[in-house]
């Protein structure tokens, strides 16, 4: 059991951190340089498709990342610690998604061409801020979850 929730923690979170990181330095600047119309309605299909699978995925790798802190109580002190401090990289992520992108999303998903593109510009840089940030807590989740998985084994 525990090994299941280890391997599932791991690619989950480095699916995300993937897509979180991917999206943030690949993706969105090449999206950004679009003309505004163009750019509106890339960003609206963007939300569409990533709006299907995160709001699923994000909360269940917190989940699955505290089953993986609860079933690693009678590991080493070093793995255990590892494993919270994933987990808190992941409950940051989650109050950042719902706090400030999650809004964000909302406007973005009713924008419409007619309203001030000025206004729409300032929208998607704040989201790529804390998108960086998600991206990079993901990230380092991924690689404590790693170290961890290694580190148990030894």
Known sequence: MKTAIELTSL???GW???AE???WCCVQPVVGRLPYEQYVVAEQGMLRTFGRV???LMPLSGIVAILLVLVSRGESSFVF?????AALCLAITVVTTLT?????????ATWQISH?????HAMPERWHV???IRGGLFGAAFLLLSVSLVASRR
């Open 54 to 56: 995160m709001p699923v």
């Open 21 to 23: 990181l991917g999206s």
């Open 100 to 108: 400030v992108n999650v809004p964000i999303n909302t406007r973005t």
């Open 130 to 132: 804390f998108q960086g």
């Open 16 to 18: 995300i951190a993937g």
């Open 81 to 85: 610690w590892l494993r919270v401090a």
């Open 116 to 120: 001030d593109s000025s206004e729409w």
């Open 11 to 13: 690619v989950l979170v």
